[in-house]
Structures are given as C-alpha cells and as structure tokens.
C-alpha cells in the first residue's frame, strides 16, 4: 500500500517575487485605478512609478470595476513594465486573467460574511479556471477606514487599540493567510498609527503590508521604522502625478533596503 500523498500549496510565481524582493528590504506598491486612469493612462503612470523603484503595481479602486476595464488595463500595464500586475479586487467581477495574480483577501473585520468568504467561494473557481494566481491575505480596516469601511460594513480597529489589530493580524496568520494588509482607507487624513503597525510586526511573521494616506516621506519614514514590509500609495498619484511626493515615498522605501 502507498503512503499516503500530502499535498501543500507551493507559492506561486509572484509570491515568489514578493518574498524574494522583501529579503532586501521593504518594498512599494503603486495602486492604479482602472476607473480613474484606464488603459493606456494606467500603463503611463505605471511606467513613471517602477521607473522611480516601485516594486508593484495594483490595479484596483474602491467602485465597481468590469471585467473588461480590468482586463484592458491590466494588459496595457503589463505591456509596460517588468513588474508583476496584480489586482486589489473589489469582489468577483474585478478578476480578469490578463493580470499576474490577485490579492485573495479577506476583510477580517467586515460584518458582512461576504466579504469575508462568501464572494470568495463565487470567484474561487473561476480563479482556478484561468489560472491566476491568488495571494492569500487578510485584509484589515484600521480608523478612519474612509470609503472601504462603509462599503465594507467594518467595525473598524480603533487608532489606540493595537491589541485588537494584533488579534486579527495573528489569527490571518493563524488561518494560513501568507500575508496581512493594515488599511487606513484610501485618502486617510493620515496612516495606520505607527504603534500599531510596531505592535502587529513584532506578533506576526507574515509580511506586513500598510496603506491608505501616506503622502509624503515624512508619512512613510515612521512606517518604515515600525517595521511595515510594503508601502502603498494611490491617491497621490491621482492627485499629483508622479511629483514630489511620490519621488520622497519610494525613496524612503529605497533607502531602507539593503544594498
Ligand atoms: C488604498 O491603501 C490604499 O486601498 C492606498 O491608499 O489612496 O490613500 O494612497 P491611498
């Protein structure tokens, strides 16, 4: 009789590229929105930004997105750039399969059991059929949660509450999810508390990705400290182009790798 065969998910290509990338140090991620900059405009900025060192580029936004609006500029985007393109998902219709590979995440702390698994068992087997590649994340609203919280039915983390955000961030880990996601909300007034990012990177060993109002050097340079893995932006690119700003975040992320 056989041994029984045990069967576990390698990652994929792009998780490799991630894990790879982070032993040198933190990374940044451009997120795009087809909706706002489609097509060709996505591959424009896309090219401005992995020319200035971002490591990634998302394509995602926080309304509806079709298929074919994904899948355009996700093609164009991956036309122009060496990096992985991959989708930040706002439910089933975000996926296409012109894109490297998708954020598989859960909103860990959304009341709405869809949006923590339910819209994923609807788009899992498509994921499988086209065979994109899926990053398996847990996804966590810290305040003020902006446009993500209310359309994401969250309880959000409060500011000064870093043990909950340590609860959550272990429990991801805890579930097999390979990396956690601190969410301030897309144009936040101001980041993730550095304390709580500091309290969940010394709980967890998963990468620590943060994001949601970090516009400038001065914003990422604490983050940085607190030991974040990855950096991302996106409405500073919408609202400044490829300026100042974003210049002094990716460098900031520069100078803390090695090498
Ligand atoms: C939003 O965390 C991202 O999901 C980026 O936020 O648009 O504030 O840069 P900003």
Excluded: W
């Excluded at 909706?35 to 424009?44: D, H, I, L, Q, Y």
């Excluded at 036309?79 to 590979?101: E, K, L, R, T």
């Excluded at 994340?137 to 919280?149: E, H, K, Q, S, T």
């Excluded at 870093?162 to 429990?171: K, T």
């Amino acid at each position: 009789m056989s041994a029984p065969t045990v069967r576990s998910v390698p990652p994929g290509r792009v998780e490799r590229y991630l894990l790879d990338q982070l032993r040198g140090g933190p990374l940044h991620f451009t997120l795009i929105d087809p909706e706002k900059s489609p097509g060709e405009r996505a591959a424009t900025i896309a090219r401005g930004a992995v020319g200035l060192g971002s490591h990634l580029i998302l394509l995602g936004g926080s309304t509806g997105i079709s298929p074919a609006g994904m899948g355009a500029a996700a093609r164009a985007v991956k036309a122009a750039v060496p990096v992985p393109v991959v989708i930040f998902p706002q439910g089933p219709d975000s996926i296409s399969p012109d894109a490297d590979a998708v954020l598989f995440m859960s909103l860990l702390n959304s009341r709405n059991l869809d949006l923590v698994v339910r819209a994923h068992a609807r788009a899992a087997p498509l994921v499988r059929k086209i065979e994109l590649e899926p990053i398996p994340m847990g996804y966590l609203v810290i305040a003020p949660g902006m446009r993500v919280g209310e359309v994401g039915q969250v309880d959000v983390v409060p500011r000064d509450d870093p043990a909950a955000a340590v609860g959550y961030a272990l429990a991801a880990e805890y579930l097999g999810m390979r990396f956690v996601y601190l969410e301030a909300g897309s144009g936040a007034p101001e980041p993730v508390p550095d304390s709580i990012v500091r309290s969940v990177r010394s709980a967890v060993r998963i990468p620590l990705i943060v994001g949601g109002g970090i516009r400038s050097a001065a914003d990422a340079r604490p983050l940085l400290a607190a030991g974040a893995d990855v950096l991302v932006t996106g409405t500073i690119t919408e609202e400044e182009g490829l300026g100042d700003a974003f210049r002094g975040i990716v460098a900031e992320v520069g100078r803390a790798r090695v090498g």
